[in-house]
């Protein structure tokens, strides 16, 4: 059975920094480009990143540029986006996603950035 | 970055038709743009229904297809059901990314 489980999330304060991971399973994870989507309370999806399969090819929406780096380890079957001088916009539900044509889905991790 | 455009919302009969649109603000929707569809119900995680203009998975129900349509990528329900309400979404490819629509909150009723 295919699983993509997100953690990390949590409660930080604006310019702050949060690490987030996906632990892959159920699929050959070094053959799939993989994604963050993220949604914010109440709101639609929002595409963050793309990384391919060896991890030399990224791809990130023009407002985290500078801020998130994604990452992967194919020997751990896991995802990192590290996410640095956080702001109250990027408060949201993360998610991750890949395995070939979107097919498989999280259930998120929800990062909230306030004072 | 591109902007994607959908309805904001639809409403179909049980057992009717609807069409749903998502535009580019680049110009025509192609095949190049890798459109793909995302069903999304209250309360759960996304799922993708349709890839790469019309192509499945094999949970999507075959009352779903995906095609281009007026320069733009459309996602047809031909025979309603209930459980179809839901707000979806399109994600068209610019490139190396990617960029999704605000979503088509469909109401069966």
């Known amino acids: 059975e295919v699983h993509l489980v997100e953690s990390g999330g949590g409660l930080v304060q604006p310019g702050g920094s949060l690490r987030l991971y996906c632990a892959a399973s159920?699929?050959?994870?070094?053959?799939?480009?993989m994604s963050w989507v993220r949604q914010a309370p109440g709101k639609g999806l929002e595409w963050v990143a793309n990384?391919?399969?060896?991890?030399?090819?990224?791809y990130y929406v023009d407002s985290v540029k500078g801020r998130f780096t994604f990452s992967r380890d194919n020997a751990r079957n896991s995802l990192y986006l590290q996410m640095n001088n956080l702001r109250a916009e990027d408060t949201a539900v993360y998610y991750c996603?890949?395995?070939?044509?979107?097919?498989?889905w999280g259930q998120g991790t929800l990062v909230t950035v306030s004072s | 970055q591109a902007v994607v455009t959908q309805e904001p919302s639809l409403t179909v009969s049980p057992g009717g038709t609807v069409t749903l649109t998502c535009a580019s603000s680049?110009?025509?929707?192609?095949?190049?743009?890798?459109p793909y569809w995302f069903q999304q119900r209250p309360g759960q995680a996304p799922r993708t229904l349709i890839y790469?203009?019309?192509d499945k998975h094999s949970w999507t129900p075959a009352r779903f297809s995906g095609s281009l349509l007026g320069g733009k990528a459309a996602l047809t329900l031909s025979g309603a059901q209930p459980e179809d309400e839901a707000e979806y979404y399109c994600?068209?490819?610019?490139?190396?990314?990617?960029?999704f629509g605000g979503g088509t909150k469909l109401t069966v009723l």
């Open positions: 996603v890949g395995g070939g044509y979107a097919r498989f």
């Open positions: 159920g699929f050959t994870f070094s053959s799939y480009w």
């Open positions: 990384i391919n399969e060896d991890g030399s090819e990224k």
């Open positions: 680049t110009g025509a929707v192609t095949s190049g743009h890798y």
């Open positions: 790469d203009t019309s």
């Open positions: 994600l068209l490819s610019y490139g190396g990314g990617r960029v």
